[in-house]
C-alpha cells in the first residue's frame, strides 16, 4: 500500500522562506510522477509543480522564480523549496504521486503566511 506524509510546513512571514518534504512509501519512488497541489479556505486546489521519473520541472503559473520543485530518488522523498512567500501563498500543501493511472495523496500540510 502506497503512502505519502508531507511535512515541514508552518507560520512564515511574508518574504520568508519553507521547504516542505513528502516522504513515499509501499512503491518504488522513482517510478512516480510526482507533483505538489495546494488549496487554499475557500479556493479550488491547484497544482503548484511537477516533476517527471526522469527529472523534468514544471513550475505553473506566477509561481515560477519563487518556488522549486526536486527529488531525491534514494530517499523517496519530493522536495518543494519556496521563496519570497506572501500571503496568498497560504493553503494546505498536497502530494501526489501518480502511476500507471492511479493517485495516491498525502494528508496535507498547513502553510501560513502572515506577519
Known amino acids: 500500500q502506497v503512502q505519502v506524509v508531507e511535512s515541514g510546513g508552518g507560520l512564515v512571514q511574508p518574504g520568508g522562506s519553507l521547504t516542505l518534504s513528502c516522504v513515499v512509501s509501499g512503491d518504488t519512488f522513482s517510478t512516480f510522477y510526482m507533483s505538489w497541489y495546494r488549496q487554499a479556505p475557500g479556493k479550488q486546489r491547484e497544482a503548484v509543480a511537477s516533476i517527471t521519473t526522469g527529472g523534468s520541472i514544471d513550475v505553473y503559473n506566477s509561481l515560477k522564480g519563487r518556488f522549486t520543485i526536486s527529488r531525491d530518488n534514494a530517499k523517496s522523498t519530493l522536495y518543494l523549496q519556496m521563496n519570497s512567500l506572501k500571503s496568498e501563498d497560504t493553503a494546505v500543501y498536497f502530494c501526489?504521486?501518480?502511476?500507471?493511472?492511479?493517485?495516491?495523496w498525502g494528508q496535507g500540510t498547513q502553510v501560513t503566511v502572515s506577519s
Open positions: 501526489n504521486a501518480f502511476k500507471g493511472g492511479y493517485e495516491h
